[in-house]
């Protein structure tokens, strides 16, 4: 509804990604300080009304209540509610119990990090970070503390999908670098770190 709210004179999708971004290069700039992300966020944010502006924090405030509640791909699972993977490049994001099943079976055998070894993942299309997340859960639930020792590279070629899992990743306190650009051409276009990994020195 909220976005309806924002969507009476421009698009829904519009909308959608204006608020990854403003919500990304925000999370971004709370840790890591730049002076372009902080021009990019003035550049989008002025083209709303004042009026308007104030929901971009009503919404970034769902999505945080969403991820305290339950490990979920809310972003995601929103995305497709409102019938936007149909108009935008054909995007559908996998459900996050298929995600869950594929952590579980991809995490069979834990032991050795019972220790605090480091567990490294690497997720070269992230999506809104479905993934990611399900893995930080089933470490939770083997009883490993992912935001100590699971360290992420995550990325996707397009960059309000990269927000997305950034906005997520960032949330529920993963350690993670989440690189804009194509995998298979080895580009990277930006880096988002997430304030954990900031926080904690992995950010080189």
């Not at 890591?32 to 992300?37: A, L, Y």
């Not at 020792?149 to 993963?174: E, K, N, P, W, Y």
């Not at 670098?177 to 950010?203: Q, S």
């Amino acid at each position: 509804d909220t976005i309806k709210q924002l969507s009476y004179t421009r698009h829904a999708w519009q909308v959608w990604q204006d608020f990854c971004e403003l919500a990304a290069l925000s999370l971004a700039n709370a840790t890591m300080f730049s002076q372009e992300r902080e021009d990019r966020y003035m550049a989008t944010i002025e083209r709303y009304e004042p009026k308007e502006v104030q929901l971009f924090p009503k919404l970034l405030g769902m999505v945080t209540e969403a991820l305290d509640v339950e490990f979920q791909d809310f972003l995601g699972q929103m995305f497709m509610d409102l019938e936007m993977g149909n108009k935008w490049r054909g995007q559908f994001f996998t459900p996050y119990h298929l995600c869950k099943m594929m952590a579980q079976m991809s995490f069979l055998d834990l032991d050795e990090f019972n220790d605090g070894k480091v567990v490294t993942l690497n997720e070269p299309a992230c999506g809104g970070g479905a993934m990611v997340i399900a893995s930080c859960e089933c470490l939770r639930e083997s009883g490993i503390n992912y935001q100590d020792q699971l360290r992420v590279i995550a990325q996707d070629v397009d960059i309000t999908s990269a927000h997305m899992c950034f906005i997520q990743l960032s949330l529920i306190g993963c350690q993670a670098h989440v690189v804009v650009g194509n995998t298979l051409a080895l580009e990277c276009r930006d880096v988002y770190v997430t304030p954990f990994a900031a926080m904690k020195g992995w950010f080189n």
